[in-house]
Nanobody, 111 residues
Framework: QVQLVESGGGLVRTGESLTLSCTAS????????LGWYRQFPGKEREWVADVSSRGEAMYANFVKGRFTVSADNAQTTIYLQMNDLKPEDSAVYYCRGYNQWGQGTQVTVSS
């Protein structure tokens, strides 16, 4: 089984940046897509961005231009560089991959 561990969340001010990372470990048989989701209180998780198994990045419309997703060549670590953060970006961010979810990391953006 694969485990995903996220890091990099925290409290920042409007306009500042954060970089999240997520590392997969365990029995990885073949490369798979890795992605980021976020969840607001009382809401379902929403897709933010992902990197396909071929290294192609895709983004939700609401973050395009502000966030950059990337992964290492082995597709075991995924990053989410978030720039120009807004209070409405405040959420718990989850990593998803290899049929697993990470534990989530809180991002809070103060106004």
């Amino acid at each position: 089984q694969v485990q995903l561990v996220e890091s990099g969340g925290g409290l920042v001010r409007t306009g500042e940046s954060l970089t999240l990372s997520c590392t997969a470990s365990g029995r990885i048989v073949r490369v798979a897509a890795l992605g980021w989701y976020r969840q607001f209180p009382g809401k379902e998780r929403e897709w933010v961005a992902d990197v396909s198994s071929r290294g192609e990045a895709m983004y939700a419309n609401f973050v395009k231009g502000r966030f950059t997703v990337s992964a290492d060549n082995a597709q075991t670590t995924i990053y989410l560089q978030m720039n120009d953060l807004k209070p409405e970006d405040s959420a718990v961010y989850y990593c998803r991959g290899y049929n697993q979810w990470g534990q989530g990391t809180q991002v809070t953006v103060s106004s």
